[in-house]
């Protein structure tokens, strides 16, 4: 009787031990996912990626029929938005952008020289002087309520505090020009600046007798990518004390021009403000990049008599502007809008500023 029950037990546990043997993915016969996500964090190493979600094959072959662009090929191009001014957009602005950004540009990280005795967001109205004053008729700068400045090594040793209280809302300061010239100045007035509150932006010299991809890669070099900082501009017009005298045609000279901005637009998430003056508007620009912002040079008369038609962001009204703050003369500009549209426009995350 007990070696007939004790049969039946050990054959129970037996199988009972078999079952243990396998785990529950074995089971479930569970196999890796196939599936990828195109936002792959590009802190893993690509040799790692590999091992852990291999690449399907289809996706392999379409990644290697990808032509690669030449040094002045828009490979940006396409159909770009044409906001109204001011207008809240809440679609994604300017040339097409890769569908996985960076999660550090949607995302800013706290400034480096944050100081939060500093009140960032307060319009200072203007106190400037000027050695040449112009009597503008019926609209002047005064009717405008956000003021501003741009710099370069011309004006020394800034005090940037002083300058802020004086009416410095806005600076664009001077950061590189052509492919090899960094402003001597640049990283001094660029940190100093963002310590005062001053919402700045940097500026690139653009050179005609280099090649635009160039001077991209040079400008993007010298000039952090910071998410609080105004949109990059270039600067174009003719100088005559230049060592390069091309004169190109104004499709050629449009031509580099996107080549330069596409590459910048893509890089700091901003599409670029254009900067001219009237001769070389008059020549160049007349009816292009109508959804770009301008910086309009217009130092005797209103830009709507000097531009007409054309749209701006930012008027410099005076080359001989002086001011607490700073030994020498100074350029002085204005913003179009009123301090809301001052406040939305420049607080925007990179990824939705674009023309106005």
Not at 45 to 67: G, K, N, R
Not at 157 to 185: C, S, V
Not at 258 to 277: C, N, S, W
Request: glycine fraction near 6%; include cysteine; charge should be positive.
């Amino acid at each position: 009787m007990r070696n007939k029950l004790l049969l039946p037990i050990v054959l129970g546990c037996l199988v009972m031990a078999g079952c243990r043997s396998s785990g529950p993915e074995e089971a479930l016969n569970i196999a890796p996912s196939q599936e990828i996500t195109n936002a792959v964090s590009p802190i893993t190493p690509p040799a790692a990626i590999a091992q852990v979600t291999p690449q399907p094959q289809v996706a392999q072959q379409a990644q290697e029929t990808v032509p690669t662009p030449q040094a002045h090929e828009l490979a940006w191009a396409g159909s770009a938005p044409h906001p109204q001014a001011f207008e809240t957009n809440t679609t994604q602005n300017g040339m097409p952008l890769p569908s996985a950004r960076p999660v550090a540009m949607m995302m800013p990280s706290q400034p480096e020289n944050f100081n939060p005795n500093i009140k960032r967001g307060r319009v200072f109205s203007q106190r400037f002087r000027d050695a040449k004053p112009i009597n503008f008729g019926r609209i002047t700068p005064q009717h405008h309520p956000v003021h501003g400045v741009d710099v370069s090594r011309w004006q020394g040793e800034i005090d940037w505090p002083k300058l802020r209280t004086q009416g410095a809302n806005f600076a664009y300061i001077k950061a590189t020009d052509g492919g090899d010239h960094l402003d001597p100045m640049f990283q001094t007035n660029w940190r100093r600046a963002k310590e005062a509150g001053v919402k700045r932006g940097a500026y690139h010299f653009f050179y005609w007798c280099r090649v635009a991809s160039e001077q991209a890669a040079w400008f993007i070099r010298n000039v952090p990518n910071d998410p609080d900082a105004l949109p990059p501009v270039i600067d174009v017009e003719y100088n005559h004390l230049s060592d390069c005298k091309r004169r190109l045609s104004p499709d050629k000279i449009r031509e580099k021009m996107q080549v330069f901005m596409d590459i910048l637009e893509k890089h700091y998430g901003k599409r670029p403000v254009i900067y001219t003056a009237p001769d070389f508007y008059k020549d160049n620009l007349q009816n292009a990049f109508l959804d770009y912002p301008f910086w309009l040079r217009s130092v005797a008369a209103h830009p709507s008599k000097v531009y007409p038609g054309r749209r701006w962001i930012f008027w410099q009204y005076s080359g001989s502007g002086l001011s607490q703050g700073v030994d020498e003369k100074i350029d002085l500009n204005v913003f179009s809008g009123n301090e809301e549209q001052w406040h939305r426009w420049s607080e925007q995350s990179p990824s939705r500023i674009a023309s106005r």
